[in-house]
């Protein structure tokens, strides 16, 4: 069957969902509600459209990969206003994410030939006669959940990485999301019209779910960690793999002799930039004891400028989703009421979708400010004796996606000692923005990575090829190997392995 022949099941028009502006609550577009039977001819018609994709090679799809990157970034402003509408984050913050999803994208297409093409691997003694080689196929189509909190730079994540490694995608963006997520294919269907491999599907949970159920190859699940355990459970019935990049509640050290004005600088954007919002923001913040007063002094300074609003002054946009509100708000009241304070913020700056800045200190440890990820622009101060005790604290979380660190001297050997999927020193967040370092997290934070080389790994799956040079001088795998042949296996196991005490 040719590929103008492959036949695609017919779909009902499917019922609409609307999606509201988080700072209004008005109307602002509605979007197919796409079910069971859409989701499926979507991944058969990405099915169809992969083999072409693949026999492209890497640098072709490259250079069609650098063409959807170019069309973004020309595409970039009327994005970024996309981005503000949906999710009500300020357009100068959707700009920088755009600009930053794209560094990994351009990385993705300009390396996925290094990094996944056939390479000669070394034989050993035993197998001297093989000529081995490696290489990393791509697994075939890719289903692509995203959140809406980073609606670009999160699913060009997995999009870029699956794409560039030569699979076909469905995408299925958040209901919160889904016009962010409809321009970015748009942006591919342009650019490449000639390789139909990025497909979108809209819709609530009950999309994703049909995507997992769908027979694709692998599930790029990013969002909370309560919603990814139960992609996991609908995945394992068919054995689809999964890549779990999950929540967090991420921490910030500041040892003795950190800077003290940078480290509070990235407190305060950690915590509260994309109001708060964000998987690796950070929501617990441990300062060595000598030094916390001044910290905090520096924290309550560089807060108490940022507002949460729509208009243009405001530097964090409305809460997104309307039943998180209460979620904060929850986590500050049992804070207040297990005898933290809020030196900044607190209850009664809750206005409708716009939560103000709330800093809070003196909140026991198992609070569900210090437990439970929050996703509001919140954060606990907690004074401690010594990095042990802060080191300590980090990990105790059931969260291990990211930390910070802000030390002069200690700052690498503190860093060796954190449990989590990127560590940055003196800096916030750097690791997620250097395109040759994966991104993810560690226990309930999820597995598998976005970015870099094992970002590019996760959408294929390693083949071993071997090709005999010459016959073994030891015939082994046979039923004629000889008494000689079993003496020479015993004196070789002994010469290579038995003398290790
Ligand atoms: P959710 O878990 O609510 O949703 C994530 C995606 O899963 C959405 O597209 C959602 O659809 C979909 N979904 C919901 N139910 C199902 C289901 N049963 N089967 C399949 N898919 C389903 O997360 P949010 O969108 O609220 O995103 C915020 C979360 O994402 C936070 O926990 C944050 O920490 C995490 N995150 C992690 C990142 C990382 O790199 N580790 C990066 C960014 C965010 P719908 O929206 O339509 O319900």
Excluded at 274 to 303: M, P, S
Excluded at 413 to 440: C, D, H, K, Q, S
């Amino acid at each position: 069957m040719t590929k103008a022949q492959v036949r695609l099941p017919k779909v009902a028009t499917p019922p609409m969902f609307e999606v509201c502006d988080p700072a209004t609550g008005e109307v602002i577009a509605s979007y197919p509600e796409h079910g069971v039977a859409d989701v499926t001819a979507a991944v058969a018609a990405a099915r169809a459209a992969a083999p072409a994709w693949v026999a492209l090679g890497f640098a072709d799809r490259g250079r069609l990969l650098d063409r959807w990157r170019g069309e973004i970034a020309r595409g970039a402003d009327t994005l970024a206003r996309l981005m503000n509408a949906e999710v009500g984050k300020p357009v100068s913050d959707a700009r920088l994410e755009i600009v930053m999803a794209l560094q990994h994208l351009a990385w993705a297409s300009k390396n996925a030939g290094a990094v996944l093409g056939r390479r000669r691997m070394p034989s050993d003694l035993m197998t001297i006669n093989q000529a081995a080689t490696l290489e990393y196929p791509p697994l075939g189509v890719v289903g692509v959940i995203g959140p809406w909190n980073y609606p670009v730079f999160t699913p060009l994540g997995s999009l870029s990485f699956a794409l560039a490694a030569g699979n076909a995608v469905v995408f299925k963006p958040s209901e919160f999301s889904p016009g962010v997520g409809e321009w970015l294919v748009r942006a591919f269907e342009r650019a490449v019209p000639e390789h139909p491999v990025l497909r979108l599907v809209t819709g609530s949970g009950a999309t994703g779910a049909a995507l997992c159920e769908s027979g694709v190859d692998k599930i790029g699940f990013t969002g909370s960690t309560a919603t990814g355990k139960k992609v996991m459970a609908a995945c394992a019935r068919s054995l689809t793999p999964v890549l779990m990049e999950c929540g967090g509640k991420d921490a910030l050290v500041v040892d003795v002799d950190a800077d003290l004005d940078a480290a509070a600088d990235a407190a305060v954007w950690g915590a509260l930039s994309n109001a708060g919002q964000t998987c690796l923001g950070v929501e617990r913040v441990y300062v060595h004891e000598l030094v916390y007063d001044q910290f905090l002094d520096r924290v309550l300074a560089a807060a108490k400028d940022v507002r949460a609003g729509s208009d243009a002054g405001a530097k964090i946009g409305p809460i997104t989703m309307p039943s998180q509100v209460a979620v904060i708000r929850a986590h500050i009241e049992d804070a207040l009421e297990r005898g933290g304070r809020a030196v900044l913020g607190g209850l009664d700056t809750f206005d409708s979708q716009f939560v103000q800045p709330t800093i809070l200190v003196d909140v026991p440890e198992d609070a569900l400010a210090v437990t439970e990820e929050t996703f509001g622009p919140t954060m606990t101060i907690a004074k401690v004796d010594d990095m042990d005790q802060a080191v300590e604290l980090v990990n105790a979380s059931r969260y291990h996606l990211g930390v910070t660190i802000f030390a002069r001297r200690r700052g690498s050997e503190i860093a060796g000692r954190i449990r989590a999927g990127g560590v940055a020193v003196n800096a916030f967040v750097a690791y997620a923005t250097i395109p040759t370092l994966p991104l993810g997290g560690v226990g309930e934070s999820g597995f598998g990575r976005v970015h870099g080389p094992d970002g590019l790994r996760e959408f294929t799956y390693p083949k071993a090829v071997t090709r005999q040079r010459f016959p073994s001088p030891l015939a082994l795998t046979t039923f004629a190997r000889t008494e000689f042949t079993d003496r020479i296996v015993r004196v070789l196991t002994t010469l290579l392995h038995g003398r290790i005490r």
